[in-house]
């Protein structure tokens, strides 16, 4: 399975959040899954520091190692577009976009982006 962590997910995760179900921490924990992480959620991250609303470890990004990066590409920008407006968080979309567009399950506890027709793997 290919999964794509949602921002949030990806911050439970490192931070061994309760939150993050028991199921939900195996399955990214399983090798045999591809676990990707958007360079849009990345971003998300560090503008949420500069901005001092998230601290984040000095290591977080040797802490993204186990991860596979997802680049942003034109195509998921264009498919941006094409989503109906249940979301208006401007990296979830693309978020949404990018799973679209490139076959992925997303990992999320959003409930606005589960109005979406797209695979989700609920926390």
Not at 43 to 72: A, C, H, T
Not at 80 to 93: I, S
Not at 105 to 121: E, F, G, H, Q, W
């Amino acid at each position: 399975m290919k999964l794509l962590l949602d921002t949030h997910v990806l911050l439970w995760w490192l931070d061994d959040n309760k939150a993050l179900a028991q199921g939900t921490k195996e399955r990214i924990a399983d090798g045999a899954n591809q676990v990707l992480v958007s360079a849009a959620s990345i971003w998300e991250i560090i503008i949420k520091r500069s901005l001092n609303k998230l601290v984040i470890p000095s290591d977080f990004v040797k802490q993204l190692e186990p991860f596979q990066s997802l680049d942003v590409t034109q195509e998921h920008a264009f498919a941006v577009g094409d989503l109906p407006a249940h979301h208006k968080d401007p990296f979830d979309r693309l978020l949404i976009a990018q799973c679209i567009t490139e076959g992925l399950v997303l990992v999320t506890s959003d409930a606005n982006i589960k109005r979406y027709d797209l695979p989700i793997l609920d926390t």
